[in-house]
Each structure stands twice: as structure tokens, then as C-alpha cells.
């Protein structure tokens, strides 16, 4: 080999990747969220299940999201190689290559998929492949990087795991599920909002037209209120079903009364006092925002467990 070919043929790239990396491609925080909120969808739903189909079902689901997790690290790892928040993933660190990350995210889906239609119902595994369709490829490849109202439309993929618990059991879409649904889609966009008002940077360097990149901070502080504002009487509403009870009504009227609150503190905020005080309040708006959730869904778990009494 010449010398100028030695210099210019590229070494070839090692990659050190344990299980923890091939773990960490399927969002392991987000699955959490995801399993839960499933969980009580087919925990809530009439009729119950036995517990074999029930842990069946959850697993599925769950490895149904993992592959969602992987599809979207595989697609977005140039921007993810650029945002402070995302470096450390596993394709972006040179971890894991990008061509493996998207066959594990592949075969997930499938196996995914087809086992929960086996194991409960086709009902259930059709909503489990449109969610894995939606994140992988209408939000990963289409919104997050074309529309400042990315998480708006795209925050549906988050929304459909209670559907599919509930589905699991019952082979249907109700009311109540349709609201569980509709109380995840609409505390997404506060929820990643909060988040971008103190992430701002990260989305400008991987040039992802989120609101504060594209409207300014202050339109974007203007539409977590409004959102928060349409967002209680949907978690509201779901009191007037079958699957709440006291315990979520008095659940739901504080934690939105205190959402509430601090969609209105981060609103009236002006950009030099947050920038003072480090964002202070709108991180703290964010942490609350993923408590604000949990407790919803375990609330609606409670008053099952208290009608079983």
C-alpha cells in the first residue's frame, strides 16, 4: 500500500458495546412510562385478566416501546451527536453501531407485535404497531424536524400505552381509554416545553425546529399555559367514568390546581429573571410535570384496588 493510501484509508471503528449500551437503545426511562401507564390502562379495564396474559401482555408492550427507543436513536443520531443532553447515547458515543441499533429496533418491533396479538388480541397489537410506526416514523423522521409543533402531534406515540392495556383486556376503545390517552397527549407539550425553555441551546446546535428555537421563549412560555389550561378537563373528565373514583377526584383537582399554578408563574416570568436564577422555575415546573403524571395513573390504580375491597 502507498503511503498516501495509508494515510487516507480510514482505521476501521471499534466499537465497545456491553449489554448496558444495547439496553440503554431502548429508552429505559421512557419504557418505565410507558409500562406503567399500560399498566394501569389493563389494570383498570372491566372484565380483568389473569395474571400470566397480564405480565405477557406488559412485556410486550414494553419491548414494543424498547423498539420504538432503538428505531429513534438509529434515525437521530447525527443530532443527537450535538445536543449535550443526547451525546452519551449509545450510537452517537460510538458505542453501538447505527446499522445494529436499527436491526434490534426492527426485530423488537416485530416480535413485539405479533406476540401481543397472540398472547391477548389483534386490537391491541394493531394499536401497539401504529404506536411504534407513529415515534419511528412520523415523529423521529418527519415531525421533530420539520415543525416547531413536533411535540404536539408527535406526543401521541407517548399516549397510546394505556389504549393497549386496556385494549389487551377488553378487545375494544372506550371512553375511559380514549381519555387516558387524551390526558398523556395533552400534558406532553408543557411537560417537554418546560423542558426546552432551559434546553434551548441543545435544540439551536441540532437545528430541531422546537417552539423556542422557532417562536422565542416567550410564545413557547405563553403556549405551556394554554396548554396546561386545556389539559385539566381532560384529567378532569375522566371522573366521569367508570375507572375514577375519590381518590382520583381529589388527586386530579390538586395536582392541576398546582400545574395550574406553575404554568401561570412560568407565563409571567420575564427571559433576564430566568435566565438569573438558572431556570429555576421552570426545571422545577418540569420535575413536577413528571410527578404531576405518576400520580394520575396511580390514582386511577388506587380506586380500582379500593373497588376490589
Do not use: C
Not at 180 to 185: D, Y
Amino acid at each position: 500500500m502507498s503511503d498516501f493510501a495509508a494515510q487516507t484509508t480510514p482505521e476501521p471503528r471499534e466499537y465497545d458495546a456491553g449489554f448496558g449500551d444495547y439496553f440503554a437503545l431502548l429508552k429505559p426511562r421512557v419504557m418505565s412510562l410507558v409500562v406503567f401507564t399500560a399498566l394501569v390502562g389493563l389494570l383498570v379495564a372491566p372484565g380483568g385478566t389473569s395474571p400470566m396474559i397480564g405480565f405477557t401482555a406488559i412485556l410486550f408492550i414494553a419491548l414494543g416501546a424498547g423498539a420504538s427507543g432503538a428505531l429513534n436513536m438509529w434515525y437521530d443520531a447525527d443530532i443527537d451527536s450535538v445536543m449535550k443532553r443526547t451525546a452519551k447515547r449509545p450510537v452517537p458515543a460510538g458505542k453501538v453501531p447505527a446499522g445494529e441499533a436499527l436491526t434490534l429496533g426492527l426485530w423488537l418491533s416485530a416480535l413485539s407485535v405479533v406476540m401481543l396479538g397472540l398472547a391477548t388480541n389483534w386490537v391491541a397489537a394493531a394499536l401497539l404497531a401504529f404506536t411504534i410506526f407513529f415515534y419511528a416514523v412520523v415523529y423521529s423522521m418527519w415531525l421533530k424536524r420539520s415543525t416547531p409543533w413536533n411535540i404536539v402531534i408527535g406526543g401521541a406515540a407517548g399516549s397510546f400505552p394505556p389504549m393497549i392495556g386496556w385494549a389487551a383486556v377488553t378487545g375494544d376503545i372506550s371512553i375511559a381509554s380514549v381519555l387516558m390517552f387524551g390526558l398523556v397527549f395533552m400534558w406532553t407539550p408543557p411537560h417537554f416545553w418546560a423542558l426546552a425553555l432551559f434546553m434551548k441551546g441543545d435544540y439551536h446546535k441540532a437545528n430541531v425546529p422546537m417552539l423556542t428555537v422557532t417562536h422565542g421563549r416567550r410564545e413557547t412560555r405563553r403556549q405551556i399555559l394554554i396548554y396546561t389550561v386545556l389539559l385539566v378537563p381532560v384529567a378532569l373528565g375522566l371522573v366521569l367514568t367508570d375507572v375514577a373514583g375519590p381518590i382520583y377526584l381529589v388527586t386530579a383537582v390538586v395536582l392541576n390546581a398546582l400545574f395550574l399554578k406553575g404554568a401561570y408563574d412560568i407565563w409571567k416570568r420575564e427571559e433576564a429573571q430566568a435566565e438569573a436564577d438558572n431556570y429555576a422555575v421552570e426545571r422545577r415546573v418540569f420535575k413536577f410535570s413528571l410527578l404531576y403524571l405518576f400520580l394520575h395513573f396511580g390514582a386511577l390504580l388506587l380506586d380500582a384496588l379500593w373497588r376490589l375491597i
